[in-house]
């Protein structure tokens, strides 16, 4: 299988601010391959939203070379890179003055787009970011709830199909309900765009979920360990992330796992299970702490697995979730004491 191509690459990268003795981001080295989604994550003031503006040069880098799908950007017209990279803020930045229309066709217009293009653009994402584009387009980000608006602000980054998304703590102003749904109406939207993403977040669990590798940094933006959330959770590189990851990694881990990706027992009610049916049932592409959320209300010790259309595929005991957990131990340190 090919390798995916690099899309972003920081060589060296540091910044120093006159009259401060130490830089805020110091010899900092990070790839990104095209289609991949990267959570910079850290402790508060570590230079995560510093190297995030680095890459579109937001702020200019003190030293060390910055390259976007192979091309050294260090020292183009950072004004022409900057639409070719599209950027969602916490804060969303919606102009309160334009309409949504407008908003999302900020980018489209600088570059000299036709008005014909520009509306079937904003027509196109609004649909694909769930917003009936007959209902939104004319309205003023004042009239449209905080989550809309981050969904307006993902439109606008993506106006003029940027080959790579800069994304600062996108989800971190909303209330956690909305902020969850987003965060799967996110993950469906990349299933379908395939975009380049590095993401900015200090909530662990928001990086593990939408993550496909995890760049954890220390002070100064050094990069501590870069890997999968699964490696980050199982295999912590040091005392300083394990420390970060906290006491919940069992748990955390378990919402990684699909229950159709482990080896299942004979359905129950099969004669070789020995085992009678129960009452919990869960599908193979739920998580292995979703299945144990089931098990626990319905109150038994095992679920039916079913395939997506219904069919028994076998049989998922507590055992073989509590052998899944980093350091297996017991049911009531997986389940926190709940049984």
């Not at 110091?26 to 391959?33: F, M, P, T, Y």
């Not at 760049?215 to 360990?225: K, R």
């Not at 079913?306 to 998922?316: E, K």
Request: with cysteine.
């Amino acid at each position: 299988m090919t390798e995916p191509k690099e899309m972003i690459r920081l060589d060296g990268v540091s910044k120093r601010y006159p009259g401060q003795a130490a830089p805020a981001v110091a010899d900092l080295s990070l790839s990104v391959r095209d289609g991949e989604i990267v959570v910079l994550l850290g402790p508060s003031g570590c230079g995560k939203t510093t190297t995030l503006r680095l890459i579109n040069r937001l702020i200019e880098p003190s030293a060390g070379r910055i390259f976007l799908n192979g091309e050294d950007v260090t020292r183009v017209d950072p004004d022409q890179l900057r639409r070719r990279i599209g950027y969602v803020i916490q804060q969303v930045g919606l102009f309160p003055h334009m309409t949504i229309a407008d908003n999302i066709g900020l980018v489209p217009r600088a570059l000299g787009w036709d008005k014909k293009r520009i509306r079937s653009r904003v027509d196109e994402l609004l649909d694909l970011v769930g917003l009936e584009p007959g209902t939104f387009r004319r309205r003023h980000p004042k009239e449209l709830s905080g989550g809309q608006q981050q969904r307006v602000g993902v439109a606008r980054a993506l106006a003029a199909d940027p080959p790579a998304m800069l994304m600062d703590e996108p989800f971190g102003a909303i209330d956690p309900i909305t902020r969850e749904r987003l965060q799967d109406a996110f993950l469906e939207l990349q299933a379908q765009i395939g975009k380049t993403i590095v993401l900015v977040t200090h909530d662990l669990t928001e990086a593990l979920k939408l993550g496909d590798r995890i760049a954890m940094l220390g002070q100064q933006a050094q990069l501590v360990q870069y890997d999968t959330p699964a490696a980050i959770l199982g295999e912590p590189a040091d005392e300083f992330v394990a420390s970060f990851v906290g006491s919940g990694a069992a748990m955390r881990r378990l919402r990684l796992v699909p229950v159709g990706s482990i080896d299942l027992e004979p359905a129950a009610g099969d004669p070789a299970s020995g085992t009678a049916p129960g009452t919990a049932t869960v599908r193979v592409d739920q998580s292995l702490y979703e299945a144990l959320d089931v098990m626990l209300r319905a109150g038994d010790d095992a679920a039916i697995v079913t395939g997506q259309d219904g069919t028994p595929v076998g049989r998922l005991s507590w055992s073989t979730i509590v052998q899944e957990s980093p350091h297996p131990a017991g049911p009531a340190d997986v389940t926190g004491g709940r049984r």
